[in-house]
């Protein structure tokens, strides 16, 4: 069996200095993917960036909120979450992805912020959303193995980076992506520059991500995945 990887940054759209670091991690590194917050701070910032860079592969980063300020941590997100039915988090879900179509992006896939789709009902929220909008491919939620996509939808074999959020160095990327087990793995990242807008949000990553940057594009990553044999590939890509 082969081994193929996706690699996909979160939170575009979050700050100027989180888009502009994504989009370097794509053209000097191996991010191949991204996911768009359609209710960031500098969303138009990374619409523009998207149609500048059409290799870049963008989905949408679905969030619990609907405003262009960041709440505060998960804990905020887990309990509006519990508090929301499954219609009220579709119809939420389904705006964002629309917000996303209406600028001239045809997403390719969805996630959400906080891993909230970790929730049954959340998941079927994602899920009924993304099939609205014709969009097949979704994050596999933590913590449930055995988890299948319906008819009709996709997800990796596999998802990895959660270990490493806000501590990827070379030397840890490096041995996660040796540990990689055959099929498709979407790895989650967090890089970006780290500017003043993202010094001011309440994200706890903030330094860590031109640390993520660095081990992104870093050369001896890429002679690893060579060397493995490993396909790096993205969402629009796959048959």
Known sequence: MSFRL?????????????NAGIVDAH?????????????????????ELSRAHPSLDVGVHLV??????????L?????????MSTAEITRLFSEQIAHVKSVGIAPSHVDTHKHTHTLPHVTRAML??????????????????GWRPPNGMRATDHFAGLDLTGKMTRTSLADRLTRLRPG??????????????????????????SAEIDALTAPEIRELLASKGLSVVNYRNIS
């Open 6 to 18: 996706i690699v996909n940054a979160d939170d575009f759209g979050l700050t100027r200095g989180v």
């Open 75 to 83: 804990p905020w997100f887990v309990m509006r979450a519990m508090k």
């Open 128 to 145: 009924a959303a993304a099939r609205a909008h014709g969009i097949a491919w979704v994050r596999r939620p933590l913590f449930r193995p």
């Open 27 to 47: 053209l000097r590194g191996i991010v191949t993917a991204t996911t768009l917050m359609a209710h960031g701070a500098a969303f138009d910032h990374a619409v």
């Open 184 to 209: 498709l793995t979407e790895l989650m990242c967090h890089p970006g520059f780290n500017d003043a807008d993202l010094g001011a949000s309440p994200t706890r990553l903030t330094a860590s991500r």
């Open 64 to 73: 619990l909120w609907d405003e262009a300020a960041l709440p505060q941590r």
